[in-house]
């Protein structure tokens, strides 16, 4: 894709990422038991914590809609993090698909200002429903508010494959890509001041335990 500074930022490495982890062992193909699923989504609010990057205990609050839509904006303005649910959203913790979580970088406290440099590997931690989720980094992508062919990687069942049928759980974290886009002197953003560029850690669901 191209910023509006002409600026080429490619999502095909990333992509390269995500399809590995797809193909990766049955060892990372991690599903609790149905019940338990169903206990995490009946959940109202859920508690995320990333380890190496300090975020610990950030409130993550359930809505019916799609990533950075009016009402997950207003949760997001008030210093939560916000998955989307429904036909427009993701899946529930723990359950097979993609569950996506947005949050501000620059302002409302800024709970996800170090989300870009979180490296694969790393170790993301969710609470809901009496449960620990435990979803490991497996990959970066790079999208774009001005281009729906980008934005369909990060909200796809398969995060980077739009079309494919998920088998496991994952989890796709977002944030905005203001201070990159603005040093590349790009200053566009859409009408909820989202700029053009979003950041996503993409990863695989690798354990659940009892919280």
């Not at 894709?1 to 930022?9: A, L, P, R, V, Y």
């Not at 975020?55 to 303005?77: C, E, F, H, K």
Request: charge should be positive; aromatic fraction near 4%; hydrophobic fraction near 45%.
């Amino acid at each position: 894709m191209t910023s509006s500074s002409g600026t080429s930022i490619s999502t095909t490495a990333a992509t390269a990422h995500v399809a590995a982890a797809v193909r990766a062992p049955r060892a990372s193909a991690v599903a609790p038991p149905p019940a338990r699923a169903a206990r995490a989504q009946a959940q109202p609010a859920a508690s995320l914590s990333i380890p190496s990057i300090g975020v610990r205990g950030l409130t993550v609050v359930p809505y019916v809609g799609s990533p950075d839509d009016v009402p997950g904006t207003r949760i997001a303005d008030s210093g939560a993090a916000a998955t989307p649910r429904g036909p427009r959203g993701g899946a529930a913790f723990g359950s097979v698909g993609n569950a996506i979580i947005t949050a501000h970088r620059t302002s409302a406290g800024g709970p996800l200002r170090d989300l870009p440099s979180l490296r694969t590997g790393a170790h993301i931690l969710i609470s809901s429903g009496g449960m620990v989720f435990d979803y490991v980094v497996v990959s970066t992508l790079v999208v774009s508010f001005r281009s729906a062919a980008s934005l369909a990687l990060q909200s796809a069942a398969v995060p980077g494959h739009p079309g494919q049928r998920a088998t496991r759980a994952m989890v796709t974290l977002s944030t905005c890509a203001t201070p990159e886009d603005h040093a590349r002197g790009n200053f566009w953003a859409d009408a909820l001041g989202n700029p053009e560029h979003r950041i996503d850690k993409v990863g695989v669901l690798v354990a659940v335990r009892d919280a």
